[in-house]
């Protein structure tokens, strides 16, 4: 159905000069592992191979042959988080642009590096020699891009894994040799890309010692934004149990309680069973808790730090409730807080908190680095853990790492 309806499209469109996609490179469908690679075979099937098809990709794609085959130049984010989204979806209309001018021709050189890169945001220190090559090699050859991906490894498709793009002006040689330099550096740094999280009592140790702004806890385990259900209550529980108060959490999806507060409107106090709805085994079970609501709303804001500003979030009919001196946002709707806004949207002012807690992975850093005097990234029990060893995989093989 799928392939039939992209077909109907192109062929109603054309005929096209150039195709220029916006795709993020990770998409696994039923049937269809490798989506985009799907998709670009696709267009090529009904448009040909003379045409350019050039597209921008999130730094977490896993690019296949499939996909670097059929495409003349693919233009990966160089930040996490994502704050280029803007500038590389600019670079690649430029691109665009000069090849149907006849001022360049795109040519593209792949490698594929079978390693499962745990999630690094791109300035810490594993990442910068990386980066500070890639940009060296564009600078010394004259080279149109040269870039890598960081893969995702929630995907399980076979084909996961760090890739390297080179892109230069019709000179093919010129690619493969500088992606051989970029994928061997990389190779040779494997054993450095290693990531250690703290424990959760580590974390909330650190949040309570004295200093000036508040400690940012970023939960990639049930970050909506890789798959996380967003109902944990693993910080939240542990916050109760040893009595801290002035945390702000955002946020605990749970429709029911929502309604709960809904009905009993705002000033009223409400007993509820928060959170916890999914396997108790990731989800750590629900809350039994007594909460004020503060407030009641529809969840819809517009975010206006560096990832996504500019776009409208929804997270539903939202409420804002105080428990032992904590205050949590519910949500109906499960979704990745990007920035501070979903705090200021609801009346939280994130900067007089102690603690911040977030449902995000490595996004929130770009935002809450604006208000925090430090922030903590988790892997606890969830969905969506920042690291490939917690995934049982089916279609990787491991013997590949």
């Not at 050039?54 to 730094?59: F, K, N, R, S, W």
């Not at 939240?236 to 749970?254: C, V």
């Not at 709303?297 to 500019?310: L, M």
């Amino acid at each position: 159905m799928v392939v039939r309806e992209v077909s109907r499209v192109i062929q109603k469109q054309g005929p096209f000069q150039g195709i220029l996609c916006d795709v993020h490179g990770a998409m696994v469908a039923e049937g269809h592992p490798d989506g985009e690679g799907d998709l670009f075979e696709i267009i090529r099937n009904q448009v040909g191979w003379d045409i350019p098809l050039i597209a921008p990709l999130d730094l977490h794609a896993n690019v296949t042959q499939k996909m670097a085959r059929c495409a003349n130049a693919l233009f990966p984010y160089e930040e996490y988080p994502h704050t280029d989204i803007y500038e590389t979806g600019i670079l690649s209309a430029q691109i665009m642009e000069q090849t149907l001018d006849g001022k360049l021709t795109p040519v593209m050189a792949y490698r594929r590096i079978p390693f499962l890169l745990p999630l690094f945001p791109s300035d810490f220190p594993e990442m910068q020699p990386l980066y500070k090559l890639a940009k060296e090699l564009e600078q010394r050859s004259g080279a149109i891009s040269v870039r890598f991906t960081h893969g995702f490894f929630p995907g399980d498709i076979a084909e996961m894994g760090m890739a390297v793009l080179v892109v230069t002006n019709d000179d093919k040689q010129l690619a493969e040799s500088l992606a051989d330099e970029m994928a061997a550096a990389i190779e040779e740094n494997i054993p450095n890309l290693k990531r250690q999280y703290p424990s959760l009592d580590e974390a909330l140790d650190i949040a309570m010692e004295p200093g000036n702004g508040p400690v940012a806890l970023g939960d990639a385990s049930d970050n909506p934004g890789a798959g996380g259900l967003g109902d944990t209550t693993h910080i939240l529980r542990r916050i109760l149990e040893r009595g801290i108060t002035g945390a702000a959490i955002a946020s605990i999806r749970d429709p029911e309680s929502v309604k709960a507060c809904v009905k009993a409107g705002v000033g009223s106090t409400v007993n509820l069973s928060l959170g916890g709805w999914s396997d108790e085994s990731y989800s750590g079970g629900p809350l039994n808790v007594t909460a004020y609501v503060k407030s009641i709303s529809d969840g819809i804001f517009t975010y206006k730090g560096k990832v996504t500003r500019g776009a409208v979030a929804n997270h539903g009919t939202t409420a804002v409730v105080e428990i032992a001196g904590n205050t949590v946002l519910i949500t109906s709707l499960s979704r990745q807080p990007y920035d501070l806004e979903i705090f200021r949207s609801n009346g939280i002012a994130p900067e007089e908190q102690r603690i911040l807690v977030t449902k995000s992975a490595i996004h929130y850093m770009a935002s809450f680095g604006t208000v925090a005097r430090k922030m903590i990234t988790l892997s606890l029990p969830g969905y969506s853990v920042p690291v490939p060893e917690g995934y049982a995989y089916k279609n990787w093989k491991t013997e590949d790492m």
